[in-house]
């Protein structure tokens, strides 16, 4: 028989400043899970972070463990106002370090966003026009964030896959930035 023992840790016990001074990658981003008032998430979202930057890990280790912070102390809009309030507080290297933290997973949110509209405007148009070609799916994913969105919105007309190489011949003509 198979017998397993392990001490169980109950991290929404545990308080959050005992580990501020560990240097403990696990540690940084379990802070956000441990016993967190209401008021100091703020103050524990900055110290998290101030944590996995002073730590200088690789650039995926540091991705991912801003992103567990981000995902278990997700603040409102008004708590990240004062986030954003208390980061410009800290000493220039110190914010400039725990900024670039914030910069790179908000850069990867929005770049994941943005592939997630790609989708979604390439299966409206597969569904209004039929099956798009590879080169056709290929400029699509090449367009800008404001070229995608005026694709979404002229896409409502179109009823073959001739008017999307007339809408593309159309916006090649007019900026150049998307050719045929």
């Given at each position: 028989m198979l017998e397993f023992r392990f001490t169980v840790i109950q991290l929404n016990r545990m308080k959050w400043r005992d580990f501020l001074r560990h240097d403990n990658p696990v540690a940084s981003a379990l802070m956000a899970k441990m016993g967190v008032a209401e008021h100091k998430r703020v103050q524990v979202?900055?110290?998290?972070?101030?944590?996995?930057?002073?730590?200088?890990?690789?650039?995926?280790?540091?991705?991912?463990?801003?992103?567990?912070?981000d995902i278990y102390l997700e603040l409102t809009a008004q708590e990240e106002q004062q986030f954003q309030a208390a980061i410009k507080e800290l000493p220039q290297k110190e914010r400039e370090e725990t900024m670039e933290i914030v910069t790179s997973?908000?850069?990867?949110?929005?770049?994941?966003?943005?592939?997630?509209?790609?989708?979604?405007?390439?299966?409206?148009?597969?569904?209004?026009?039929?099956?798009?070609?590879?080169?056709?799916?290929?400029?699509?994913?090449?367009?800008s964030r404001e070229k995608l969105e005026e694709l979404a919105l002229a896409q409502s007309a179109f009823s073959r896959p001739a008017d999307l190489t007339k809408w593309s011949r159309e916006c090649s003509t007019a900026n150049g930035n998307y050719k045929d």
């Open positions: 979202k900055k110290e998290c972070l101030r944590m996995i930057a002073r730590l200088k890990l690789d650039p995926a280790k540091t991705q991912l463990l801003s992103g567990f912070v997973w908000m850069r990867q949110g929005l770049q994941q966003e943005l592939q997630h509209e790609r989708d979604l405007v390439l299966r409206l148009l597969e569904q209004r026009v039929g099956p798009l070609s590879a080169r056709a799916r290929a400029r699509i994913e090449k367009l």
